[in-house]
């Protein structure tokens, strides 16, 4: 990474208004300490287990890289973690949705900013180790607002097989970070299936850090989401920015 992308990120918060600024002129920088003492707290019970876990041990387990990713990052490298969650709160604040589908509690705020200003907004979470590391080690540790703590919200819990069944379904909005489909064709089209009409669905941080493009893009496991939403009913858009983001809306 160059100085340039350190400096675009920090220029960019610095000149954005984010959902967190409800919180007053330091709100972004509140919410997200917030969120990277949360992700400390996560780094430091894993550490506890004195599991091996290394590169070559763990591979690219869901839950555990991210963490050393997010954990207590300096000036700079913070404002480059804001930036690189900020299409959600774009496609929210743009959407509106009534109903959204998550599954990265412990990562993007911007569900529980989007309740607090429409107090009916439905919540559900995927039941996943990022669901974990978020009740265990941030929903009781949050900025307090008006005497109480925005994240002490009512909110929904389902299991992957159950996406687009029962109550999991008709959503507005459903995000994700790349590394939640992989190979998992199935979860996706699933979660095009829940979406209502005109609902999103959002890839996010899905381009390799700039490793997808490249003239023989096709071969990058990356673009196979793109493959599959491209036969699917709706239109989608995917932006390069930063760690790049995919925005599929249903027809």
Not at 29 to 39: Q, W
Not at 135 to 145: I, L, P, T
Not at 204 to 228: A, Q, T, V
Request: aromatic letters at 12%; charged letters at 25%.
């Amino acid at each position: 990474m160059d100085n340039r992308q350190l400096r675009t990120a920090m220029v960019t918060t610095a000149i954005s208004k984010y959902m967190s600024s409800v919180f007053g002129e330091d709100g972004v920088e509140k919410v997200a300490r917030d969120r990277f003492e949360g992700m400390q707290r996560v780094f430091n019970w894993r550490k506890s287990l004195n599991l091996n876990l290394s590169i070559s041990a763990r591979g690219a387990t869901e839950g555990l890289w991210y963490v050393d990713f997010l954990q207590t990052p300096k000036s700079g490298w913070e404002d480059m973690m804001i930036v690189a969650q900020s299409p959600i709160e774009l496609m929210m604040a743009t959407k509106t949705p009534k109903k959204i589908l998550s599954f990265n509690a412990d990562i993007a705020p911007a569900p529980f900013l989007q309740k607090r200003k429409f107090p009916d907004t439905q919540i559900c979470f995927i039941n996943n180790q990022s669901l974990w590391n978020f009740e265990k080690f941030m929903r009781d540790y949050v900025v307090d607002n008006d005497g109480g703590k925005y994240y002490d919200v009512d909110y929904s819990v389902v299991d992957r097989p159950e996406i687009g069944t029962g109550d999991a379904r008709d959503f507005d909005m459903i995000f994700m970070q790349s590394f939640e489909f992989g190979t998992d064709s199935d979860t996706l089209q699933k979660c095009v299936e829940a979406l209502s009409p005109g609902g999103i669905l959002l890839i996010n941080s899905n381009n390799n850090s700039g490793k997808l493009y490249r003239d023989d893009y096709w071969f990058h496991p990356n673009d196979e989401m793109h493959k599959i939403l491209r036969t699917l009913d709706g239109l989608m858009f995917h932006d390069s920015s930063l760690y790049g983001f995919t925005a599929f809306i249903k027809n």
